[in-house]
């Protein structure tokens, strides 16, 4: 379990460069699986999430390789096959994304093998919705103990299927299913993050036929084969959006290389509400505390183009440093406040209601989840010793220890390295005060 022992109250001032968005080069890797040719996928960061996929994706005899420097991947799925299951089990827990190699390895082999699944601890996380995707397009599930077992003796046909909530992941799980399956595929009720866009864009490049049309309908054309794919993955906005709160947080004055406007306008628009300022630049966003006063204001997550859930955590931080009372209303996962505890424990003031605060009411209202936030502010911040629960809670606690007075000791922190490239290091380039042991 590695550590951090910070010395704060030092804004953090410098630039740091995004590669791809962990949301979307995982998936995209699991793309190239269905291509009869290999794939280059570009700017691919080195993560752990990015290193259990390729590890899974190897045991199923796709060869790999990613440069150092430029995070370039290439993958070659020419002899795909049956990896042991005990091989496949070894990886249990450790990420959700083999739930997504489902469609691909039933149409690659008839059959897939998936383990126990990890990811955040953020609410419940159940994959009802993938099942029913899957059963949709024919096929056969068996949950064994250690894991799930698939195989589809028809193999795969198109669907007409309604997902009840936008899920990103199920979303995704109809994407990499039906471009190959026989016939056509309408989705409605789908995600469309900028994410799942670039997924589309990369599966079209391999040859699919998908439109996304009005009011969250996505209808694909099944094709006989796809090829490889070369593309650039979209940059990782829930990282722009972490850094850009760490900035508000310790006043500091960050340069986000790569961050784009677009898909990131929600968030612009509240950071300018709560006070934050930032500069669009061709190569990246800067974001900075113009030194006034920082404003309390009223957030509810959504789906896109709502206010993304993994943005509210690191937010809430720099919300203790602004004047009067903030709301965040969490309606993506019903579980997603934990985090606050060691806020709180550092001088925060932040109070966790049941009911749906702020907002239109959610799934989540009179079912007891404590899904609303209450932030009053501003306070001073004070060092404490706390260990990382979750990746986006975990860097909300890097950045509350960077704000706070007094040396902090944030523990567990190797977590935050599944979803941050080169976290540690970024930290120094910015001139934080701290050391850091493995
Ligand atoms: N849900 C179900 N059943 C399902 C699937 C989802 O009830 O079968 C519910 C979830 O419990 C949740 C809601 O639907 O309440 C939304 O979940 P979704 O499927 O959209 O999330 P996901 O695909 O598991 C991805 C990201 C998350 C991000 C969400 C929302 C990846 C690997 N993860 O999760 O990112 O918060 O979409 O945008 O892409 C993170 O990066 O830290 C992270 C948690």
């Not at 420097?69 to 002899?79: A, E, F, Y």
């Not at 469309?192 to 589309?200: F, S, V």
């Not at 019903?334 to 424990?345: D, P, S």
């Not at 003031?349 to 989840?369: A, D, M, S, T």
Request: hydrophobic share 40%; net charge negative; charged share 20%.
């Amino acid at each position: 379990m590695s550590q951090i022992t910070i010395r704060g109250g030092k804004p953090l001032v410098g630039r740091i460069e995004l590669k791809g968005a962990k949301n979307l080069v995982t998936k995209a890797m699991v793309a190239a699986l269905l291509g009869e040719t290999p794939s280059v996928l570009k700017d691919v960061p080195f993560i752990s999430d990015v290193e259990v996929v390729a590890r899974l994706l190897q045991l199923h005899g796709v060869s790999i390789s990613h440069d150092p420097v430029t995070g370039d991947m290439q993958l070659d799925p020419s002899n795909v096959e049956q990896a042991r299951m005990v091989d496949i089990d070894a990886h249990a827990g450790s990420s959700r994304i083999p739930i997504l190699f489902c469609g691909p390895l039933l149409h690659r082999l008839g059959e897939a093998f998936i383990p126990g699944l990890g990811g955040c601890e953020i609410g419940d996380r159940p994959v009802d919705f993938h099942f029913d995707v899957l059963r949709s397009f024919g096929a056969v599930i068996e949950k064994l103990p250690t894991g799930t077992r698939l195989s589809a003796p028809d193999g795969l046909r198109g669907a007409k299927i309604s997902l009840p909530y936008p899920s990103v992941g199920a979303t995704e799980q109809v994407l990499l299913s039906a471009c190959i399956a026989e016939g056509k595929t309408e989705l409605s009720g789908a995600a469309i993050e900028p994410e799942i866009i670039d997924l589309i864009s990369i599966l079209q490049k391999m040859g699919a036929i998908i439109s996304v049309d009005t009011d969250r309908v996505i209808r694909i054309e099944g094709v006989k084969r796809l090829e490889g794919f070369t593309h650039s993955a979209l940059f990782d906005r829930n990282e722009a959006a972490s850094w850009a709160a760490a900035a508000l947080a310790t006043g500091g004055d960050i340069f986000v290389g790569g961050a784009r406007q677009v898909e990131m306008m929600t968030f612009l628009n509240v950071f300018r509400k709560v006070g934050g300022a930032f500069e669009i630049h061709p190569d990246g966003i800067r974001f900075y505390h113009p030194g006034t006063e920082l404003q309390s204001v009223v957030i509810e997550t959504d789906v896109h183009p709502g206010f993304m859930t993994d943005w509210q955590q690191p937010l809430v931080v720099a919300l203790t440093q602004a004047q009067g009372l903030s709301i965040v209303h969490e309606t993506v996962y019903e579980n997603r406040f934990g985090f606050t505890e060691a806020l709180r424990q550092m001088g925060a003031q932040i109070q966790i209601y049941k009911e749906c605060l702020g907002g239109h009411p959610c799934r989540f209202g009179q079912r007891n989840y404590n899904h609303s936030a209450v932030i009053s502010g501003p306070v001073e911040l004070k060092a404490a010793d706390i260990r990382v629960p979750d990746l986006r809670g975990g860097f909300s606690h890097v950045v509350a220890a960077l704000a706070a007075k007094g040396t902090s000791k944030v523990t567990n922190v190797q977590l935050i390295s599944r979803g941050y490239e080169h976290f540690i290091e970024k930290l120094e380039s910015l001139g934080a005060d701290f050391e850091f042991e493995a």
